[in-house]
Structure formats: structure tokens, C-alpha cells
């Protein structure tokens, strides 16, 4: 509570309860965890002054958490701007003092009551089919494809253990209900939640252009830089990375879904032409639905049918600079943007109304249909030096009404809030683009709603479902996997993209059966353990518990120990990958942290500080008292393959000494040829160590330590400097995390109003 005794704040759009710990935006409640809103807590306590970095230290990482402070403190404070829409830069919250801490910079305002929770609108009736056009046979439904994976509610929920008693036993059944809160609101569609999350709409990245059916359950896109086959349109429903290729053609682009979700459409340039086509959203073959315009000053259209659902209008330039088309409400129509204005083309009967005029050198493009089907909202750009602004239109044409100039220029088109009250954009007024919203009864009050400092364009709205995606530019962590068996150069590749936005993983830990990957991710809104298949591809969320870390499995490939941060320390949990309750191995107020298994999976191994330093521990898989293994210090420690030795990290600094003592007991000794980078840049395998060692110039070494002969060698060069590494237990394959790489992603927001 603060000095004024409330524990309510209000400051731009937000509100803050520091008691129940809960943000809300515009009375959308946000999710934000842990250390980043300790953080908010103690800058809106001592508003204007500042908070040294020091200060935050001593609250909120205390003298034996085992942890790298000054990127912890970085990322924390990056998750807290990311949840305000800040920007270090151009800060309207929280000012950087640069070497010294962090300062609030807003109006504070303390408050007595809770503000009243937003309901959920009804769902609205199913649209219409659109007339003119055939429904696809009956052989080929609307594209609706299932996820790979069952739901984890599907799963029961194991029974606990009877030794846990008290707070264990508290906190096992929190993170069990975690786990069904997690569950069940990923499987139940039109789920009344309102925190707002934002994720990766699926795991692959070169996605544009996305558009969401009527119902927004499904997702449409085009990839316009894959090679060869894998160009073209594709569909996915949401909360799936199972794709259905539409076509296979690097012209495409542009895609919309008719209102009863059978069709698509798209547009497809060929020889300086545009043309729109139409294709059954389940794959079936394409349908080419219009035909040519006989290009006139006047703009004049003529149609030429020239067979049943297939004619042929002229484009000359007709969209020579624009594809984006959208389709009405009502299915009856669709517009588009041609040399002198915006067109509507009617799917019946074929005939063409223009419902735009623009001036001389003025281009009209980017239009979209209003929730209601009245209007149509379109970009209108002037010639260079002028503000680009946003228009809307009658949608039978006539006198249009000037919304607002936007500073920046808008690089795609503008989306309607799925009620219709606001706008939403790109505009690159800050240097790039970036996503904005505006009232249309207050346009110059546009407020931004990505995260600061990221680069977004393309928004689409769902018209049902209160979903939001877009595209991102995305310089975040991801995993990469080098195979080691080829005798030749060794090069790396994207193995699964973006699982961070800050630098607290990934951990990619191959199964012993060389079947499936675990690794950490936060792209559910807090850090959490994802398990997928061993190439990356249909990943599933295993944890929710806040904040997970350090994946190790079990001998058998069914379990998966962590590390979890709880308000008592961080704990070692283990889950099975095919369900069920996690269970809290470590229940005491004891730090423990990275896990891993002996090679008879009857113990797993831990760091902890519960003797006054860190030494290494060991807990029956089963749970109970953990015993001491070392006495000279150590963490993150691995047993070998053959089980006659425990090696380990000395210390939590870079470049630890790796250090091994005989499963059967005996003198602690070191390894002086194996100095990874850091404590988790290295792995036992078959036969000997893989670690990554200490940079070379920008790049860093793999090197290999044999047991038998005593001696490293170097098996790789890697272009950047992991800070993870993980391997198959053979050592033909490694893979590790590479920051900074570029990709951009579409990205989905989950219960946006």
C-alpha cells in the first residue's frame, strides 16, 4: 500500500491494483506477472524520483537468487514497457537514467474503488452465403482444421503425492489450477477471458497479408518470399500450425474470406495485369472470377462475360499499384482499387460501380467494408511532401468524409474496430512502422498498441471473437540446430522462431528418443515450457505457471523437470508430456533450480543454495529430501551417459570451470580443458563434452572434449554466441539459441476490444 493508503493508481489508460496485482487498460485487464510489475509497484510508490538500479536489486532479486541481474533487470523492464506501449526512446512512463536506474514520468492519480468489469458482447448471428456465388460440394466443407495435438484439458489431472503437506501442497494445487485455466481457456471457443495476449499466430515466419474469416476461427495469408512451390495463399485455423497451400503462384497476394467462410479471395498480377479469383477455402481448385476493363480517361468498364462464374475483366491498371480487395458483409460484392477510384464489382451479375473520385495525381486504395456493410474506409495519398489521410465513403458511392492526416505515411490498409467505433493502422511517424488506434469521434488522439519500439504492419480485425493479428518484425531469440555427423562444413538452421522476446531462453533440450524438443518460451505472455516435435513443428504449451525454466527430460521421454519462480523461491517441478498435475519435487522455502536426471531416472539433480552456497542436490524423481552431492560449490549439473561421474558448473559467472565428482563418491576435481561460456552453453554426450567456448572475434567455437583422450578439438564455428546449448545424447546434433536475427511473423491477439 502507499503513502495515501490506497492501493489503486490510475495513470494515461491504466489502472493498477497493487494488491491483487492486476493491470487493466481502457478496463481491459492486461497480464503482466512477477518481477515486471514488482517494478511498476515501486516506481508509481515514489513517482518523479528516481529508482536506482541498485534499489530494485535489493527488492526483488535478493542476494542468493541465482540469476544474471543486469539482463534480468534489462528484460523485466522491457516486459513492463511492452505492457504499457512504451518506448525507452520517447518514454511517456518510465524514463531511463542511463548507468543509474529508472524514474515514472507520468501523472499518477490514487484511487478508492475498482473500476467495473467489461462484458462480453453476445456473439452475433451466422452472415448470410453470398448470392451469386455456388457453395462448394458437399465434399468440401468450410475450412475449419484441427490442431494436432489434443486439447491438454482432455488430459485428467494426476492425483497428488501424500507426502506434500501444507504450503506444497498449496502450491501444487495452484499450479494445477494454473494448468486448467490454461486449458481450458485454449480449447473453448468464444471463452469470455479478458486479459489480452498477445502470441505467434503459428510457428512459421514469411507471412503477410492476413485476414480472418467471418466467424474468426481462421486465418488466410499470402508468403511472399518462400521459394519456388511454397509461394502462394494459404489458410489455418487459429491455435494451429496445420496449413492448407490455396494455391502455389508468387503472384498472389492479398487474400479475404467470403462471410460464410467457403471461399477466398485473392488477387494475382500476371503481366502487368491484376485479376481476382476466387478458390474454396478447403483447397479446392481455383475459380478466376473476373475479367477485363477496357482502361478509358474516363474510366469507363466493359464487361465480357465468357462462361458460367467466369468473366473476364480487363485490368490495365486497374489495382496497378494496390491488390487489397475486401469482400461485403452481405457476400454480394466485392471492392477494390482501380486507376481513378474505388470499385465495387457485384458477384451476381458482374457490374462494376465506382464509388470514388479522387483528384488529379490523388490515389485511393487500401478499402475496407465497415462492420455494418454502409461504409468503406481506404487511404487517400496525395503527392509526395502531403499527409497521407484516412477516408471513409458511402459503400454505393457518393460525398466522403475525411477521418484524419496522419503524420507518418500508412503502409497497409486501415482495419475497422470490430465495433466499428475506431480505426486502426500502420504509420511510420516514429521511423517506422508501427500500429496505431483512433477514435473516429477523436482521430487526433491515436494512441499506439503494439509493443513499443517494434515494427508491425498489417492488421486485421475479426469481426467476431475479439481477435486482433498482425505482421512484426522480429529481432527475439529462436533455435537453431547444426547436425555434426557430416564430414564437411557444418551449417546451421532455423529450427522453431521466435520463442522470446527477451533474452530468458530458449533451453532446447532433445528427447532421449530423439522424438521431441523442449525448450522455454514466453509467447503465451510468460515464460512457460513448450514441448514439439524433434523438427520444431506442432508445438504445444506444457506449463502455466508464471515462469518456468531449464527443460530437462527424463530417460524414458515422458517427463519434463523445471525450474518454476513462486513467490517462496523457485522450485523443481516435473509434468508429464502427455498430461496431468505438475508435481512440486522441492516443497520447501529453498531456492532450486536447473534441473536434470540421472541416467536410471530415479533422481534428478538441482542447484540450491539450502547449505548457505550453491552446491549441487539431488531429490528422488518420486519427491522427498534432497541430499547434498557437492561441497566446493556447483549448479547445472550432468550425469554421463555410463553413470560413473556427476559433472557440473563451479559457478553461476561466465565462463564457469566445469567440475565432475564419481557417482560412488570421491574427490571433486576439475576439467581445465572445457570452459564453456556459460553455465548452460554446454552438454554431456556420448563420450566426451560439447560446449560452446568464449567468443572468437564475433563468432563463437564448438569445440568437443574427448574422456578418453583427454583433449579438445574444435568441431564448428557458430556466428553468434549462444547462450544455451542442447544436444542429442549421441552428439550428432546440437541446438542452441541466436539472438538478433531478423524475421518478421504474424502475431495474434487474443480478447481485443
Not at 131 to 142: E, F, H, K, L, R
Not at 435 to 448: H, V
Not at 631 to 658: M, N, V, W
Request: hydrophobic share 35%; glycine share 10%.
Amino acid at each position: 500500500m502507499t503513502n495515501n493508503g490506497s492501493d489503486r493508481a490510475r495513470f494515461g489508460p491504466f489502472e493498477v491494483d497493487l494488491h491483487t496485482h492486476e493491470l487493466w487498460k481502457f478496463g481491459t485487464r492486461l497480464r503482466l506477472v512477477g518481477q515486471p510489475f514488482e517494478i511498476l509497484a515501486v516506481l508509481l510508490s515514489r513517482p518523479g524520483e528516481l529508482v536506482t538500479r541498485e534499489e530494485l536489486r535489493n527488492r526483488l532479486w535478493p542476494s542468493d537468487t541465482f540469476v544474471d541481474f543486469n539482463h534480468g533487470l534489462n528484460a523485466a523492464v522491457n516486459k513492463l514497457r511492452e505492457a504499457l506501449s512504451d518506448s525507452a526512446e520517447n518514454p511517456r512512463y518510465i524514463e531511463t537514467l542511463p548507468r543509474r536506474g529508472y524514474r515514472f514520468i507520468a501523472k499518477v492519480e490514487w484511487l478508492a474503488e475498482r473500476p467495473a468489469a467489461i462484458a462480453v458482447s453476445p456473439v452475433p448471428p451466422d452472415l448470410p452465403n453470398p448470392p451469386g456465388i455456388p457453395a462448394p460440394a458437399a465434399s468440401s466443407p468450410a475450412f475449419h482444421p484441427a490442431t494436432e495435438h489434443p486439447a491438454a484439458d482432455e488430459f485428467p489431472l494426476g492425483s497428488l503425492p501424500r507426502y506434500l503437506t501444507g504450503a506444497g501442497v498449496i502450491f501444487t494445487i495452484l499450479l494445477a489450477i494454473a494448468l486448467v485455466i490454461r486449458t481450458g481457456s485454449n480449447s473453448k471457443a468464444g471463452a469470455s477471458a479478458s486479459v489480452e495476449r498477445t502470441r505467434p499466430l503459428m510457428s512459421i515466419s514469411d507471412t503477410a497479408g492476413p485476414a480472418f474469416s467471418a466467424d474468426g476461427t481462421s486465418v488466410a495469408f499470402f508468403r511472399e518470399r518462400s521459394e519456388g512451390s511454397e509461394a502462394g495463399i494459404y489458410a489455418t485455423a487459429v491455435d494451429s500450425d496445420r496449413l492448407i497451400q490455396l494455391t502455389n503462384n508468387e503472384d498472389d497476394c492479398c487474400p479475404v474470406w467470403s462471410p460464410d467462410g467457403r471461399w477466398v479471395a485473392f488477387t494475382r498480377v500476371h503481366d502487368h495485369e491484376y485479376s481476382i479469383y476466387l478458390i474454396p477455402s478447403d483447397g479446392g481448385g481455383e475459380q478466376k472470377q473476373k475479367a477485363e476493363k477496357i482502361l478509358t480517361q474516363s474510366a469507363a468498364f466493359t464487361i465480357t462475360p465468357i462462361g458460367p462464374l467466369e468473366h473476364k475483366l480487363d485490368t490495365g491498371s486497374i489495382m496497378a499499384h494496390h491488390g487489397e480487395i475486401d469482400w461485403s458483409p452481405d457476400g454480394q460484392s466485392i471492392v477494390f482499387a482501380g486507376p481513378s477510384g474505388l470499385y465495387t464489382v457485384r458477384l451476381d451479375n458482374s457490374a462494376v460501380n465506382r464509388i470514388t473520385a479522387p483528384p488529379l495525381g490523388v490515389d485511393d486504395w487500401g478499402p475496407t467494408f465497415s462492420p455494418d456493410g454502409k461504409s468503406v474506409m481506404f487511404v487517400r495519398t496525395h503527392q509526395v511532401g502531403a499527409p497521407d489521410e484516412i477516408w471513409t465513403v458511402p459503400a454505393p458511392g457518393g460525398e466522403g468524409t475525411r477521418r484524419l492526416s496522419e503524420r507518418g505515411r500508412i503502409d497497409s490498409p486501415p482495419q475497422w474496430s470490430f465495433d466499428g467505433h475506431s480505426v486502426i493502422y500502420s504509420s511510420n511517424r516514429t521511423g517506422h512502422p508501427a500500429l496505431w488506434r483512433a477514435s473516429l469521434e477523436a482521430p487526433d488522439e491515436a494512441l499506439p498498441i503494439n509493443e513499443a519500439g517494434s515494427f508491425a504492419w498489417d492488421p486485421a480485425v475479426s469481426r467476431r471473437g475479439y481477435r486482433f493479428v498482425y505482421e512484426r518484425l522480429l529481432r527475439n531469440l529462436s533455435i537453431w540446430q547444426m547436425d555434426l555427423n557430416d564430414s564437411g562444413p557444418k551449417h546451421a538452421y532455423l529450427l522453431v522462431p521466435s520463442t522470446s522476446d527477451t533474452d530468458q531462453g530458449p533451453g532446447p533440450q532433445f528427447s532421449p528418443d530423439g522424438q521431441k524438443l523442449a525448450y522455454m518460451s514466453d509467447r503465451s505472455g510468460t515464460m512457460e515450457i513448450w514441448i514439439s516435435n524433434r523438427d520444431g513443428s506442432n508445438p504445444y504449451q506444457l506449463s502455466a505457471v508464471g515462469g518456468a525454466g531449464t527443460p530437462r527430460w527424463s530417460p524414458d521421454s515422458q517427463t519434463v523437470a523445471f525450474d518454476a519462480s513462486t513467490p517462496n523461491g523457485s522450485k523443481i517441478v516435473a509434468m508429464n508430456v502427455h498430461g496431468g498435475a505438475p508435481v512440486i519435487l522441492t516443497p520447501d522455502n529453498f531456492h532450486s533450480v536447473c534441473p536434470s536426471w540421472s541416467r536410471d531416472g530415479r533422481w534428478v539433480y538441482l542447484g540450491s543454495p539450502r547449505s548457505g552456497d550453491w552446491q549441487v542436490w539431488k531429490v528422488p524423481a518420486a519427491g522427498g529430501s534432497p541430499m547434498q552431492v557437492t561441497y566446493h560449490g556447483g549448479q547445472a549439473a550432468l550425469e554421463s551417459l555410463d553413470g560413473k561421474y556427476l559433472y557440473y558448473a563451479k559457478s553461476p559467472a561466465p565462463e564457469p570451470e566445469i567440475w565432475r565428482v564419481p557417482m560412488d563418491g570421491g574427490e571433486e576435481t576439475p576439467l581445465p580443458l572445457v570452459h564453456p561460456g556459460t553455465w548452460a552453453s554446454w552438454q554431456v554426450v556420448r563420450g566426451g563434452i560439447l560446449f560452446v567456448g568464449p567468443s572468437l572475434g564475433h563468432q563463437a567455437v564448438l569445440s568437443f572434449f574427448d574422456f578418453a583422450k583427454e583433449r579438445t578439438t574444435t568441431v564448428a564455428i557458430l556466428d553468434r554466441t549462444p547462450f544455451w546449448l542442447g544436444a542429442t545424447p549421441d552428439g550428432s546434433a546440437v541446438a542452441f539459441d541466436q539472438p538478433g536475427r531478423e524475421h518478421d511473423q504474424a502475431m495474434l491477439v487474443e480478447n481485443f476490444r
